[in-house]
């Protein structure tokens, strides 16, 4: 992991082990000519858009951005409803972000995966139905 960032031109990289979650960092003055959304102030203000090298890519892996999207910024949970006077429960995801840009890029790779998803309020992304949860499964993996 951090052989890969040193080889980008990162002058020291490292990671911490904790429990739940790996800590990743790196230190290189160039990261924003490499990764152009990384800048000040907030990532729903500011305009997010993929380089052409990152769009490539992107359209070969859509399942690479979608778990790392769902792994960031989503959550798999049971629903329990009650439906006609009876309890239901199913599985199903959430992608919550403020940035209408990240939104759609979302959107895209998920529609290029063939998962059905929705928009519940503007900052949420549901995908509930069965097919589509079972797919997004394959795809994302456990989130540790």
Same mark, same amino acid.
């Given at each position: 992991?951090?052989?890969?960032?040193?080889?980008? &031109?990162?002058?020291?990289?490292?990671?911490?082990?904790?429990? @739940?979650? *790996?800590? +990743?960092?790196? =230190?290189?003055?160039?990261?924003?000519?490499?990764?152009?959304? =990384?800048?000040? &102030?907030?990532?729903?203000?500011?305009? *997010?858009?993929?380089?052409?090298?990152?769009?490539? %890519? +992107?359209?070969?892996? $859509?399942?690479?951005?979608?778990?790392?999207? %769902?792994?960031?910024?989503?959550?798999? %949970?049971?629903?329990?409803? *009650?439906?006609?006077?009876? $309890?239901?429960?199913? $599985?199903?995801?959430?992608?919550?972000?403020?940035?209408? !840009? *990240?939104?759609?890029?979302?959107?895209?790779?998920?529609?290029?995966?063939?998962? !059905?998803?929705?928009?519940? $309020?503007?900052?949420?992304?549901?995908?509930?139905?069965?097919?589509?949860?079972?797919?997004?499964?394959?795809?994302? @993996?456990?989130?540790?």
């Amino acid at each position: 992991m951090t052989h890969a960032m040193t080889v980008c &031109g990162a002058r020291t990289a490292g990671y911490q082990e904790n429990p @739940g979650y *790996i800590g +990743v960092r790196a =230190h290189w003055t160039h990261w924003p000519c490499l990764l152009p959304q =990384h800048g000040p &102030g907030a990532e729903h203000r500011r305009e *997010i858009t993929l380089t052409d090298w990152q769009q490539e %890519f +992107v359209d070969e892996y $859509p399942g690479r951005l979608v778990r790392g999207l %769902f792994h960031s910024d989503g959550s798999r %949970f049971i629903n329990r409803v *009650i439906t006609q006077g009876r $309890p239901y429960s199913y $599985p199903r995801y959430n992608f919550v972000n403020e940035s209408v !840009d *990240i939104m759609r890029i979302c959107q895209k790779a998920l529609d290029r995966l063939g998962i !059905d998803w929705r928009m519940a $309020p503007r900052n949420a992304l549901p995908v509930a139905r069965r097919s589509a949860v079972a797919r997004l499964d394959e795809v994302v @993996g456990p989130k540790w």
